[in-house]
């Protein structure tokens, strides 16, 4: 039996952020592996997001270096949004004698009441919520909530630094702010 951290996301593009909260959960929980499984389309955002297979190559490379962390692909196989539940409902299956941990920022943890079926699905895995900048962790759900150090990150952050030609070294893994130099996405120039 292990213990598996799932980091959900769109990943538009990975940034420390994510590492930092997924290694700070990894080893405050004392889980066995983090799965980061990238979103195909992100249920809750309108706005088109660059295609899975940029995010998805990028996901790998940022966490390549570390041996507890691995992409898991499986949403980016499902047709329509990709709903949480479903995605538990298929690991839970997948996995059965896994313990299934899904770890999610402060702002996450204010929208759990629009998730599909949330009130099966908080009781399908267990949720963790971490601080993130301006967001409380505050909900009426089962969400075991960890004090992180806040990193005031985000992709959105990053992709507006690249629009307005600005750096993002140290924001992201190296291999990752390379990936995104060779391809010229998010507007890099
Ligand atoms: N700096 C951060 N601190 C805490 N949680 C974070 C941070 N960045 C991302 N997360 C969490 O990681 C998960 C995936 O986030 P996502 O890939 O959407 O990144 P994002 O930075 O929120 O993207 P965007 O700015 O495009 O909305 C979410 O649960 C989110 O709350
Ligand atoms: O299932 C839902 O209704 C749902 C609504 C909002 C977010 N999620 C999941 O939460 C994770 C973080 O979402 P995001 O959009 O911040 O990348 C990702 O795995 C999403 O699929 C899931």
């Known amino acids: 039996m292990k213990k598996i951290g799932i980091l959900g996301g769109t990943f538009n593009p990975p940034h420390i952020g994510h590492l930092w909260i997924a290694e700070e959960v990894r080893i405050r929980k004392q889980l066995d592996e983090i799965w980061f499984i990238p979103t195909r389309t992100p249920p809750h955002k309108d706005t088109s997001v660059l295609e899975a297979s940029h995010r998805l190559r990028m996901l790998r490379l940022a966490v390549r270096d570390n041996p507890h962390f691995h992409v898991n692909a499986l949403e980016l196989e499902r047709e329509g949004k990709s709903y949480t539940y479903d995605t538990v409902r298929d690991l839970t299956s997948s996995y059965p004698e896994d313990d299934l ?41 089962p969400v075991e909530c960890l004090e992180i150090h806040p990193l005031d990150i985000s992709s959105t952050f990053i992709r507006n630094r690249l629009e307005d030609g600005e750096l993002i070294r140290y924001l992201l893994p190296d291999d990752v702010m390379n990936y995104i130099k060779e391809n010229q996405i998010y507007g890099y120039r």
């Open 101 to 141: 941990y899904f770890i999610i920022g402060g702002d996450m943890v204010e929208y759990l009441p629009k998730w599909y079926r949330v009130d099966e699905l908080v009781h399908m895995v267990r949720f963790i919520g971490v601080s993130r900048p301006g967001y409380t962790l505050e909900t009426v759900y």
